[in-house]
């Protein structure tokens, strides 16, 4: 029969290797993203959605973005390999660039995205990056917080 003397309550022990990737963690720089999904859509009718990726936060994101969506720029903390995902249950969703993509200092990196609504009413498009960063005996990965966007469907019936 186990005591709970015997139980060992003591802390867990991390590798030492943790705190190096809390500092390179900490060491990323502030960058930022432009992402533009469209807040209305159509059911049935593709709308490109594009991700812009950047280490230079002076950088501008913003010009000759092919969707229709408004721009929303945030920061983020930004390494030089990165990967983004777009999912949904309620779209059809075509990746048009690789989902890990080297991010420049200088410059931007680009992710894009076909998007079909495939029902209508309010519907959530999830955004997912991750961060891969290189340690002297390897990598890691950190994903960011997924960005959830809201959006409104419409579902167009055509009549002849």
Not at 3 to 19: F, T
Not at 35 to 50: H, L, Q, T, Y
């Amino acid at each position: 029969m186990m005591r709970s003397s015997d139980i060992d309550i003591s802390p867990i022990k991390k590798p030492s290797w943790y705190s190096q990737l809390l500092d390179e963690l900490d060491n990323l720089p502030l960058g930022k993203y432009v992402f533009n999904p469209a807040s209305e859509m159509k059911v049935g009718v593709i709308e490109r959605v594009e991700l812009r990726i950047t280490q230079n936060p002076g950088e501008e994101l913003t010009l000759n973005l092919k969707g229709k969506g408004i721009p929303q720029v945030e920061n983020l903390k930004v390494g030089a390999l990165m990967k983004a995902r777009l999912t949904g249950t309620a779209f059809s969703i075509a990746s048009l660039s690789e989902d890990e993509q080297l991010v420049p200092e200088n410059g931007y990196t680009e992710w894009s995205w076909d998007v079909t609504p495939q029902k209508s009413g309010m519907q959530n498009l999830h955004l997912h990056t991750t961060v891969r960063i290189r340690l002297p005996f390897g990598e890691e990965r950190k994903d960011h917080p997924v960005i959830d966007k809201k959006l409104k469907f419409e579902l167009t019936l055509y009549t002849r």
